[in-house]
């Protein structure tokens, strides 16, 4: 029982994060039919984006000597860790927006996938500027709430697993009720289904695809920083994560946003039970699972079946 609980306590937190990323992955592709490569660089940014706020929250409170490098406890306290949650959120919308303008739209509607390097460039780029400034050193970022271990017949369970897994689910269910019942989330999915249509019904499918990318972006930034207090901040944090978070997308279904999201906490969980059992096969696993169900049910587990017109 306690394994038990340890495997399902830190898969459904790593998971909440791969699945709120795999959203974001569909998000830009249905709307947009491309994906955003520099995912993993913008989980990075978003982190050291939220650990800078809260170093300068920390001076500002002048509770003692601030370290950016071992941030103290009292730093994330109170307001402190949601001011800084919502700002690397909404400056990655922004950047989002940046990335859109800059590497996607030039190659809109054009044969190739010009976007795919253009995209993965924006994102070697955003590294880079971002080693310029913070350098390439992991940061240690205090959870709100503490790193004492609550223990529930006897696992021990980290508070900013519970914190992960708590914003994850509200984050989706937010996001799910806007797309399936408010005006936006219908004419994202227009678009989505037929931009020219849409057009034509007087859907702004530039605003749509805009927002599509700035809210992708914007659950990169908070993931980033929501995983920060258990991996350290890093620079090279987020490529494994994008990167297992778009094979959670891959496996429940890229044009699903309920299947990414099943497929994110299913490879969450997948991780955390190999990972105890030995984590030199947590990889192998993994992506061992990707192939097989991609050679069995090519679109997915919910992904919708493609048609080719002839």
Do not use: H
């Given at each position: ?34 994906l955003n490569f520099a995912q993993g660089e913008f989980v990075a940014v978003g982190a050291f984006l939220g650990v800078t706020v809260l170093y300068l929250l920390a001076r500002a409170g002048g509770g003692g000597e601030v370290s950016f490098a071992s941030l103290p406890p009292w730093a994330s306290a109170g307001l402190n ?230």
């Amino acid at each position: 029982m306690t394994t038990l609980i340890q495997v399902l306590v830190s898969g459904l937190a790593i998971g909440g994060v791969y699945a709120l990323i795999a959203m974001s992955f569909s998000i830009t592709f249905t709307t947009t039919k491309t994906l955003n490569f520099a995912q993993g660089e913008f989980v990075a940014v978003g982190a050291f984006l939220g650990v800078t706020v809260l170093y300068l929250l920390a001076r500002a409170g002048g509770g003692g000597e601030v370290s950016f490098a071992s941030l103290p406890p009292w730093a994330s306290a109170g307001l402190n860790y949601p001011v800084a949650t919502l700002v690397a959120g909404l400056v990655l919308g922004v950047l989002g927006l940046l990335l859109f303008v800059v590497a996607v739209r030039p190659f809109a509607g054009k044969a190739g996938m010009n976007w795919v390097m253009s995209t993965i460039g924006f994102g070697i780029i955003v590294q880079s500027l971002g080693l310029a400034v913070w350098g390439p050193a992991p940061v240690n970022v205090p959870s709100p709430f503490g790193d004492d271990v609550i223990r529930v017949a006897g696992a021990g369970i980290r508070p900013q697993e519970i914190l992960i897994l708590a914003v994850a689910i509200l984050l989706m269910l937010g996001l799910d009720r806007v797309m399936r019942g408010t005006r936006i989330g219908k004419a994202m999915r227009a678009v989505a289904s037929n931009p020219q249509a849409a057009s034509l019904m007087g859907i702004n499918v530039a605003a749509m695809m805009l927002g599509a990318y700035a809210l992708s972006s914007l659950l990169a930034g908070i993931g980033g920083l929501l995983v920060a207090p258990i991996a350290s901040a890093s620079l090279f944090l987020g490529m494994g994560i994008a990167l297992k978070a778009f094979s959670g997308a891959i496996v429940g279904g890229l044009d699903n946003p309920r299947g990414c999201i099943v497929g994110g906490f299913a490879l969450g969980l997948l991780e955390s039970g190999v990972a105890l059992w030995s984590a030199e096969w947590r990889e192998i696993v993994i992506f061992l699972l990707i192939i097989l169900v991609l050679a069995v049910r090519p679109n997915g587990l919910f992904g919708a079946q493609s048609l080719d017109k002839v």
